[in-house]
């Protein structure tokens, strides 16, 4: 049995045509930025950390001058992961794993809080995000922490629960977690492929996906799975979860 918590990071706010290319100029999109808990009888494991409290304060010092320009950025006082976590009763170093869907800033913000735990990233996007020409704020990731990096699928806790999937497209390294939550029922995050849109095959690449290609085959295995029994994707915090 594995108990799932979503937990609010704040939200943003940017120009929606980076998302969707042919809505008319002016128009704005928000989005929460979530993270997940997920207490499985082997660990506690996190998914994503969501933005720095750094970036909140001042996105242009800390993404530079194009990037925090783009974003408005929200977070209640006791939003945030670490605050989040503190609500349950849960301290940061009692959490066991981090999985980072990806390395952008607004879901390995707080990484450096758990500087105890495996922390869980494709190594296609170690590469990437590391890369000379890379547009990734180091800040987030780049750090002496205890990463493990994964080499496509893996099954966290090797009972078939908690399945870490490459799901590249919006980057090159991207993934989900699947998550088998017993009573028949199976629950998968999926990040940045729900805001990028639900079409199944996307005609253009959106927002900044760096390969239409993996992004329009990450979408059908993942349409795939839902499709299976009993899967539920997961678009924000609350969905299904409290059901
Ligand atoms: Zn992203």
Redesign the pocket.
Do not use: A, C, P, Y
């Given at each position: 049995m594995v108990r799932i918590y979503a937990l609010s990071c704040g939200a943003m706010e940017f120009d929606r045509r980076a998302f969707f290319p042919d809505d008319p100029a002016g128009a704005r999109l928000g989005i929460p930025v979530p993270a997940f808990l997920l207490v499985h009888p082997k660990g506690r494991v996190l998914f994503d950390t969501g933005i720095h409290c750094d970036t909140l304060r001042d996105p242009v010092a800390r993404l530079g001058e194009r990037t925090g320009r783009f974003f408005q950025m929200y977070c209640g006082a006791t939003e945030g992961v670490v605050n989040q976590l503190g609500l349950l009763g849960i301290r940061a170093d009692a959490v066991t794993h981090v999985v980072n869907s990806?390395l952008?800033f607004?879901?390995c913000g707080c990484n450096a809080s758990f500087p105890q735990t495996t922390i869980l990233v494709q190594r296609e996007e170690m590469l990437a995000a590391g890369a000379a020409a890379s547009q990734y704020s180091g800040r987030d990731w780049d750090q002496p922490l205890n990463y493990e990096l994964v080499d496509g699928e893996r099954d966290l806790f090797g009972d078939g629960t908690l399945l870490l999937i490459p799901t590249p497209g919006?980057?090159q390294g991207h993934q989900s977690l699947c998550v088998n939550a017993g009573r028949g029922r199976r629950l998968e995050r999926r990040?940045?492929e729900a805001l990028a849109g639900h079409a199944a095959r996307p005609a253009r690449a959106q927002g900044?996906d760096t390969d239409l290609r993996s992004r329009r085959r990450s979408v059908g295995v993942i349409a795939r799975c839902s499709r299976s029994a009993r899967v539920t994707i997961l678009r924000r915090p609350g969905d299904e979860v409290n059901r």
């Open positions: 990806h952008h607004d879901h919006h980057t990040r940045d900044n």
